[in-house]
């Protein structure tokens, strides 16, 4: 892996003496620490980062306690105003209140089914390869081919709707994103066919890490399929269960592709969320400093529940 | 335990129909995108012969050969960047235990916690002022800044178990800083550098909002635009629409087949942060 | 407590071309430890794990006790397992791993929690109950992986090369306290080794396997004094058995024209077994059957090439002078030297053999001829 050129370097390096080679090796140290010839390696990141993301964000947490609307210079403080209107806003409360459920619903089902499908592929079954390729695959889509493709689906005479009528189950035929009641779950569905695969191979990777005599063990000790799951294979996992959850909780707080293609946030505002809330208050809108709020208060969520799912996960490892 | 007994046997034949079941959209997709248009059977059946006359509607009037140009550009741009900045700003960070040092690593992972929606509208009036919009650098900008603080995280895990040896031993063969980076510490990096490069690249490629914003009013598209263009225009003709579709996830598609073994490994690899 | 009976054991591993284990018949008595010894892939594992129910079978039946367990699933086995690697589980402590069979089975709190008691103060882990694997060397956890056997009174207990990752010394300590350990709790045992010197010092009866056949079963004496095949000949015993090819004529066997005399009744068993072509058959004897004299004696010319001082006894390995005769495992005869022997390397000297340590076997297919 060292290059040709570090080697010619090494040829060419006179031989020293103890004391000046012990000097360089001090000095070497040095270098290689903070301080003088390397920090600056920080900066083009730091620099990217900082004008991408940190100032930005910044901005933005100050527009949110003013009257900005994105292109008058001059802005106004109006304190808590625009958090007020946010709570006493049914569009923004509804928001809220889906966001969350689309969230949690994610968080558990999806990771559910990918636990269930990894158990399956970390089985001794012969087409567990090809399985795996084929259940992960739509993790690598893009969100919005997706979106669409499940948009058709869901049409009253899409497939959906069809193969249930070819199997004879016509009475659960629905609206799909056209019912109110129903259009959520079916962002929901969406969502958990496109990256239940993608718990899966972290559970996987999980599973795999467990020495297979130790499940052995177990069931010479007496434990049947799901005791031996319970007891040995759970605890041993808990990381994997850790990441699977942190992630998908926090990918479905974020959620905005799927829901503006899917529905854009309808019917009426039923599926609205956050991110598609934040979207159209801004570019639809032009209520820049609403719409601030509004990340300000999705920024503030998913700091807690990760700092809070996070410590309550990592108390639950064994190691 | 290698016992295939009729219970494994029973599992296969469930996990094969639960795949199945998974792959039943995709078949939806491309069947109906080989249908000629007007055809209006059931999406399940198989329509003979198939036409790609879709195909080509759709390849020209979406755009999609410049659209996966502007993907192509805006992706490697940004990911060759980030992975640039990212490897150096993980080596000082890395190395060092002095406060400031670890106070600017907890400044990049502060970054990994921040949903974008906060600094999306201050960035966008940024962009505009800087008159960047519309412009395929603008992007290629905006994402290597977005992904820094993950890349900063998985090559500063990785740099710290390396042992200082080579640098070492770089820098008293008379190697400035930056040339025993890039000539021994770089080359060490190769396992993160390709889990970067993957989990950027698809994350990059498949991005909607941002070039949404940014390129809206130009001829510039990235393919999810493109699409999202497309489908608004043509949402009544699906056949049409299928094709776009199924070019439009075609190219990753193919990467991941040819590359799943190291685009899976590189998505579960995250475990071990 | 119950005997085990493999009643002609198959394992056939997909795409190879030989069985792992073919066609196994073995019955184990109640009460007996049973060793399983052999080369690296010689199926002693594959068996141990047939029996563990950890391996599927291919043909033949497996019984404890008056039960078939060919298809029963480990955990209804009604056995325990010493794993080569522990297997210990990392997040219990040690006297949760000990106990969890007896979670397994509902036993009471109280119970699991006496008789865990018991067995760690016979393993002296009373002290250890509350830490977990990996706080535990290597000693102490192959402890904790007898005491989670020996907790549960099973039917059978096997045990797969569980000495294998100790240092020697604390190998031959933890041997006699598994053989005492054993004997006092009179538990049918099936213990998996490569090691032939655990095999012969724990069994009560030895079972040598090679390329997935059972080569023969006996007590170990009569395994070292009687070997059934050239495989246990040369297996049994260390240094191993010497064995080279011989002429049987009138009155003996020939090695390159040193005479050995032998009975009438050995040779006339001989040839009637059938000696090969030219009357050619193996000749086995082992080290202390073999004796260095002079050159000037009757006896097979060698040249010694290395002699290994092991303190109370010395090994002298030698190498015929005449290559004709080829050996069957080097171009080494190993000789058994008496203490005050002064033999030097590069020393020509004699062999001699003492007829009473001859073994024959055929040339064809191995078997002993006598």
């Given at each position: 892996?060292?290059?040709?050129?570090?080697?010619?370097?090494?040829?060419?390096?006179?031989?020293?003496?103890?004391?000046?080679?012990?000097?360089?090796?001090?000095?070497?140290?040095?270098q290689?620490?903070?301080?003088?010839?390397?920090?600056w390696?920080?900066?083009?990141?730091?620099?990217?980062?900082?004008?991408?993301?940190?100032?930005?964000?910044v901005?933005?947490?100050?527009?949110?306690?003013?009257?900005?609307?994105?292109?008058?210079?001059?802005?106004?403080?109006?304190?808590l105003?625009?958090?007020?209107?946010?709570?006493?806003?049914?569009?923004?409360?509804?928001?809220?209140?889906?966001?969350?459920?689309?969230?949690?619903?994610?968080?558990l089902?999806?990771?559910a089914?990918?636990?269930?499908?990894?158990?399956?592929?970390?089985?001794?079954?012969?087409?567990?390869?090809?399985?795996?390729?084929?259940?992960?695959?739509?993790?690598?889509?893009?969100?919005?081919?997706?979106?669409?493709?499940?948009?058709?689906?869901?049409?009253?005479?899409?497939?959906?709707?069809?193969?249930?009528?070819?199997?004879?189950?016509?009475?659960?035929?629905?609206?799909?994103?056209?019912?109110?009641?129903?259009?959520?779950?079916?962002?929901?569905v969406?969502?958990?066919?496109?990256f239940?695969?993608?718990?899966?191979?972290?559970?996987?990777?999980?599973?795999?890490?467990?020495?297979?005599?130790?499940?052995?063990?177990?069931?010479?000790?007496?434990?049947?399929?799901?005791?031996?799951?319970w007891?040995?294979?759970?605890?041993?996992?808990?990381?994997?269960?850790?990441?699977?959850?942190?992630?998908?909780?926090?990918?479905?707080?974020?959620?905005?592709?799927?829901?503006?293609?899917?529905?854009?946030?309808?019917?009426?505002?039923?599926?609205?969320?956050?991110?598609?809330?934040?979207?159209?208050?801004?570019?639809?809108?032009?209520?820049?400093?609403?719409?601030?709020?509004?990340?300000?208060?999705?920024?503030?969520?998913?700091?807690?529940v990760?700092?809070?799912?996070?410590?309550?996960?990592?108390?639950?490892?064994?190691? | 335990?290698?016992?295939?007994?009729?219970?494994?046997?029973?599992?296969?034949?469930?996990?094969?129909?639960?795949?199945?079941?998974?792959?039943?959209?995709?078949?939806?997709?491309?069947?109906?995108?080989?249908?000629?248009?007007?055809?209006?059977?059931?999406?399940?059946?198989?329509?003979?012969?198939?036409?790609?006359?879709?195909?080509?509607?759709?390849?020209?009037?979406?755009?999609?050969?410049?659209?996966i140009?502007?993907?192509?550009?805006?992706?490697?741009?940004?990911?060759?960047v980030?992975?640039?900045?990212?490897?150096?700003?993980?080596?000082?960070l890395?190395?060092?235990t002095?406060?400031?040092?670890?106070?600017?690593?907890?400044?990049?992972?502060?970054?990994?916690?921040?949903?974008?929606?906060?600094?999306?509208?201050?960035?966008?009036?940024?962009?505009?002022?800087?008159?960047?919009?519309?412009?395929?650098?603008?992007?290629?900008?905006?994402?290597?800044?977005?992904?820094?603080?993950?890349?900063?995280?998985?090559?500063?895990?990785?740099?710290?178990?390396?042992?200082?040896?080579?640098?070492?031993?770089?820098?008293?063969?008379?190697?400035?800083?930056?040339?025993?980076?890039?000539?021994?510490?770089?080359?060490?990096?190769?396992?993160?550098?390709?889990?970067?490069?993957?989990?950027?690249?698809?994350?990059?490629?498949?991005?909607?909002?941002?070039?949404?914003?940014?390129?809206?009013?130009?001829?510039?598209?990235?393919?999810?635009?493109?699409?999202?263009?497309?489908?608004?225009?043509?949402?009544?003709?699906?056949?049409?629409?299928?094709?776009?579709?199924?070019?439009?996830?075609?190219?990753?598609?193919?990467?991941?087949?040819?590359?799943?073994?190291?685009?899976?490994?590189?998505?579960?690899?995250?475990?071990?942060? | 407590?119950?005997?085990?009976?493999?009643?002609?054991?198959?394992?056939?591993?997909?795409?190879?071309?030989?069985?792992?284990?073919?066609?196994?018949?073995?019955?184990?008595?109640?009460?007996?430890?049973?060793?399983?010894?052999g080369?690296?892939?010689?199926?002693?594992?594959?068996?141990?794990?047939?029996?563990?129910?950890?391996?599927?079978?291919?043909?033949?039946?497996?019984?404890?006790?008056?039960?078939?367990?060919?298809?029963?699933?480990?955990?209804?086995?009604?056995?325990?397992?010493?794993?080569?690697?522990?297997?210990l589980?990392?997040?219990?402590?040690?006297?949760?791993?000990?106990?969890?069979?007896?979670?397994?089975?509902?036993?009471?709190?109280?119970?699991?929690?006496?008789?865990?008691?018991?067995?760690?103060?016979?393993?002296?882990?009373?002290?250890?109950?509350?830490?977990?694997?990996?706080?535990?060397?290597?000693?102490?956890?192959?402890?904790?992986?007898?005491?989670?056997?020996?907790?549960?009174?099973?039917?059978?207990?096997?045990?797969?090369?569980?000495?294998?990752?100790?240092?020697?010394?604390?190998?031959?300590?933890?041997?006699?306290?598994?053989?005492?350990?054993?004997?006092?709790l009179?538990?049918?045992?099936?213990?998996?080794?490569?090691?032939?010197?655990?095999?012969m010092?724990?069994?009560?009866?030895?079972?040598?396997?090679?390329?997935?056949?059972?080569q023969?079963?006996?007590?170990?004496?009569?395994?070292?004094?009687?070997?059934?095949?050239?495989?246990?000949?040369?297996?049994?015993?260390?240094?191993?058995?010497?064995?080279?090819?011989?002429?049987?004529?009138?009155?003996?066997?020939?090695?390159?024209?040193?005479?050995?005399?032998?009975?009438?009744?050995?040779?006339?068993?001989?040839?009637?077994?059938?000696?090969?072509?030219?009357?050619?058959?193996?000749?086995?004897?082992?080290?202390?059957?073999?004796?260095?004299?002079?050159?000037?004696?009757?006896?097979?010319?060698?040249?010694?090439?290395?002699?290994?001082?092991?303190?109370?006894?010395?090994?002298?390995?030698?190498?015929?002078?005449?290559?004709?005769?080829?050996?069957?495992?080097?171009?080494?005869?190993?000789?058994?030297?008496?203490?005050?022997t002064?033999?030097?390397?590069?020393?020509?000297?004699?062999?001699?053999?003492n007829?009473?340590?001859?073994?024959?076997?055929?040339?064809?297919?191995?078997?002993?001829?006598?």
């Amino acid at each position: 892996m060292i290059d040709a050129d570090f080697e010619v370097v090494r040829d060419e390096a006179p031989p020293m003496s103890l004391a000046r080679g012990a000097t360089l090796v001090r000095r070497a140290r040095a270098q290689l620490g903070v301080g003088t010839s390397t920090w600056w390696f920080v900066l083009p990141a730091l620099g990217l980062y900082a004008f991408i993301v940190l100032i930005p964000t910044v901005r933005g947490s100050y527009y949110s306690f003013t009257d900005w609307d994105g292109l008058n210079p001059v802005k106004h403080w109006v304190g808590l105003d625009n958090f007020t209107a946010i709570l006493h806003d049914d569009a923004a409360r509804g928001a809220i209140k889906h966001t969350v459920l689309i969230a949690i619903a994610i968080m558990l089902i999806q990771n559910a089914i990918g636990l269930l499908l990894a158990l399956g592929v970390n089985s001794q079954i012969k087409s567990r390869n090809i399985l795996r390729v084929v259940l992960f695959a739509p993790a690598v889509m893009t969100p919005v081919v997706v979106a669409f493709l499940w948009q058709y689906l869901y049409t009253p005479d899409g497939a959906i709707n069809r193969a249930l009528g070819a199997v004879g189950l016509h009475g659960l035929e629905r609206g799909w994103l056209g019912d109110t009641s129903l259009a959520l779950w079916c962002i929901v569905v969406v969502i958990i066919w496109q990256f239940a695969g993608y718990s899966m191979v972290i559970f996987l990777a999980g599973l795999q890490s467990i020495p297979a005599e130790i499940t052995e063990a177990s069931a010479v000790d007496g434990a049947g399929a799901f005791r031996r799951f319970w007891y040995v294979t759970r605890p041993l996992i808990a990381p994997a269960i850790t990441v699977n959850l942190m992630l998908s909780i926090i990918g479905g707080l974020k959620l905005f592709d799927q829901v503006w293609v899917l529905t854009g946030g309808g019917p009426g505002y039923a599926t609205d969320t956050l991110s598609t809330l934040i979207y159209r208050n801004a570019f639809q809108f032009g209520e820049f400093a609403y719409s601030t709020a509004l990340a300000l208060l999705l920024t503030v969520f998913v700091a807690v529940v990760s700092g809070a799912q996070y410590r309550l996960l990592r108390s639950q490892e064994y190691a | 335990m290698n016992r295939y007994g009729w219970r494994t046997f029973a599992l296969e034949i469930g996990m094969i129909a639960v795949t199945l079941l998974f792959a039943f959209p995709l078949y939806v997709l491309v069947n109906l995108s080989l249908r000629p248009e007007g055809q209006l059977s059931s999406p399940l059946a198989i329509h003979w012969p198939p036409t790609f006359a879709n195909y080509s509607s759709a390849w020209h009037q979406a755009a999609l050969g410049r659209a996966i140009f502007d993907s192509l550009v805006i992706t490697v741009g940004s990911v060759a960047v980030v992975v640039i900045v990212s490897s150096m700003a993980a080596y000082p960070l890395a190395r060092s235990t002095a406060r400031l040092s670890r106070w600017t690593f907890g400044l990049f992972m502060l970054g990994l916690l921040l949903p974008f929606q906060l600094a999306l509208l201050p960035l966008y009036t940024a962009m505009r002022d800087l008159h960047l919009l519309g412009s395929l650098w603008g992007l290629i900008l905006f994402y290597s800044g977005l992904q820094v603080p993950f890349c900063v995280f998985l090559y500063t895990a990785f740099l710290r178990a390396v042992p200082r040896d080579y640098e070492e031993a770089a820098v008293l063969d008379g190697c400035t800083p930056l040339r025993a980076f890039r000539h021994v510490v770089f080359p060490l990096l190769r396992p993160v550098t390709g889990t970067v490069v993957i989990l950027n690249a698809i994350f990059v490629w498949n991005d909607f909002l941002t070039p949404l914003l940014y390129l809206s009013g130009t001829d510039r598209q990235t393919i999810p635009v493109a699409i999202f263009t497309f489908v608004g225009q043509y949402s009544s003709d699906w056949q049409l629409v299928f094709a776009a579709l199924v070019m439009g996830i075609a190219p990753i598609l193919l990467v991941y087949f040819a590359m799943q073994r190291q685009i899976i490994r590189g998505f579960s690899g995250g475990l071990k942060g | 407590m119950a005997a085990v009976r493999f009643d002609s054991v198959s394992r056939v591993f997909a795409k190879e071309l030989r069985p792992a284990v073919d066609r196994l018949s073995l019955d184990i008595p109640d009460g007996e430890f049973l060793v399983l010894v052999g080369p690296s892939g010689c199926g002693k594992s594959t068996t141990l794990r047939m029996l563990a129910g950890l391996e599927r079978v291919d043909g033949g039946s497996i019984w404890i006790g008056d039960s078939d367990v060919t298809r029963v699933a480990p955990q209804n086995r009604d056995i325990a397992m010493v794993f080569q690697n522990y297997a210990l589980y990392p997040h219990m402590s040690v006297e949760q791993n000990m106990g969890f069979a007896l979670k397994m089975a509902r036993t009471p709190r109280p119970q699991i929690r006496t008789r865990v008691g018991e067995a760690a103060r016979l393993l002296a882990l009373d002290e250890f109950l509350g830490r977990k694997p990996g706080a535990l060397s290597g000693g102490q956890r192959q402890r904790v992986a007898m005491g989670r056997a020996i907790v549960r009174d099973p039917q059978v207990f096997l045990m797969d090369e569980p000495l294998s990752n100790l240092d020697a010394k604390l190998r031959v300590q933890t041997r006699t306290e598994i053989s005492a350990l054993q004997r006092r709790l009179g538990t049918t045992t099936v213990y998996v080794t490569h090691d032939q010197v655990e095999a012969m010092t724990m069994g009560d009866r030895v079972a040598v396997m090679n390329e997935g056949r059972l080569q023969q079963v006996d007590a170990p004496k009569r395994l070292y004094a009687r070997p059934a095949n050239v495989f246990v000949a040369g297996f049994i015993g260390s240094p191993p058995m010497n064995l080279r090819v011989g002429r049987l004529d009138r009155d003996g066997v020939l090695l390159d024209g040193y005479r050995i005399p032998l009975g009438r009744d050995l040779l006339a068993r001989a040839a009637a077994a059938g000696a090969g072509r030219d009357g050619e058959l193996v000749v086995g004897f082992r080290p202390d059957a073999a004796e260095l004299t002079a050159e000037s004696e009757p006896g097979l010319a060698v040249v010694v090439e290395e002699v290994e001082e092991l303190g109370f006894d010395a090994f002298a390995y030698a190498a015929a002078l005449d290559d004709a005769a080829e050996s069957l495992h080097s171009a080494d005869i190993v000789a058994r030297l008496p203490g005050d022997t002064a033999v030097s390397r590069g020393q020509k000297m004699r062999l001699r053999v003492n007829p009473q340590g001859i073994h024959l076997f055929s040339t064809k297919t191995g078997e002993s001829l006598d």
